[in-house]
């Protein structure tokens, strides 16, 4: 498809093959210089410990076209730094921050007619990711690895933008309590299939996770962060090891303080103690920030602040955190990188 016929303010969550890719390659116990292709079909061995033993992992960003036209990207060094500790919890080689911002820069430069335009509300989906590959059969690190970058230009994750939707609690763990929860492998998201399937036939958007060692707390909504607001004004958001770290959620923590002057608590979010929070939200690079209608546990319903409208805290949020990635207000220093 060519950047001219895509519908901008009508893109959902779905691969475009735009114009080009970069890879690098792994072997002999060092990176190559890598280069942009153009051919989005990879050949590896049938054998390569990503397809057999999940040695795998992503990363997920976005770009942003500003209203002067330019482009930026929102804390590639954090996907970066995040990626390296994927990295290591799967023995995979790391892949230097410098390069990866690199890399990332190089990949939307070069499908610079996939940016969408200002006031759309799409962006660039970026998708670095490593696997490994190379002949092997026993369990044991790969012999070479493939490190690659391609982008997709994005609308909503969850249709309905800013208009709250609702989660079913699952049974399911996507992780165990010190296994691979906390970095972003493949495995994860293949343990969510299933309850995501369920969820999505009873017409939710997705499932809150508890965690893995009690089913008390709330760990991760779907692939994406959880946060409630306190009745107190105050920004509460679960803390656990099997969580993903997300960037989104750790940035909109600095929002709620230091723009918003809300207090800000990583603590135990219990799943029988909801009516702590009168707003809810899901936050990530794809869901950007959802809001929570209800969240259905144990044949209840539990409704935050409203089924059809966001609250004012996470409106708030909201637009300031998308406020800062589209240019329109000063961010922290350090957080946004020009092309
Ligand atoms: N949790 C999971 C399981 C995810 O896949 C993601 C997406 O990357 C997030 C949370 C949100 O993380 P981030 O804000 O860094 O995109
Ligand atoms: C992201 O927000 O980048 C994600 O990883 C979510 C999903 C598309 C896997």
Known sequence: MSSLNIDWSNLGFNYIKTDFRYISIWKDGKWDDGKLVEDNMLTISEASTALHYGQQCFEGLKAYRTKDGSIQLFRPDANANRMISTCRRLLMPEFPVERFIDAVKQVVKANEGFVPPYGTGATLYIRPFMIGIGHNIGVKPAPEYLFGVFCVPVGAYFK?????????????????????????????????????????????????????????????????????????????????????????????????????????????????????FCEAGACGTAAVITPIGGIKYKDKLHVFYSEEEVGPVTSKLYNTLIGIQFGEIDAPKGWIYTL
Do not use: W
């Open 160 to 276: 309905g933008g800013q208009t709250p939707v609702n989660y079913i609690v699952t049974d399911f763990d996507r992780a165990a309590p010190k296994g691979t929860g906390g970095v972003k492998v493949g495995g994860n998201y293949a343990a969510s299939l299933l309850p995501h399937e369920e969820a999505a036939k009873e017409g939710f958007a997705d499932c809150i996770y508890l965690d893995p060692a009690t089913h008390t707390r709330i760990e991760e909504v779907g692939a994406a962060n959880f946060f409630g607001i306190t009745r107190d004004n105050k920004f509460v958001t679960p803390v656990s090891q099997s969580i993903l770290p997300s960037i989104t959620k750790y940035s909109l923590m600095q929002i709620a303080e230091e723009y918003m002057g809300m207090e800000v608590i990583e603590r135990d979010v219990y799943i029988d103690n909801l009516d702590e």
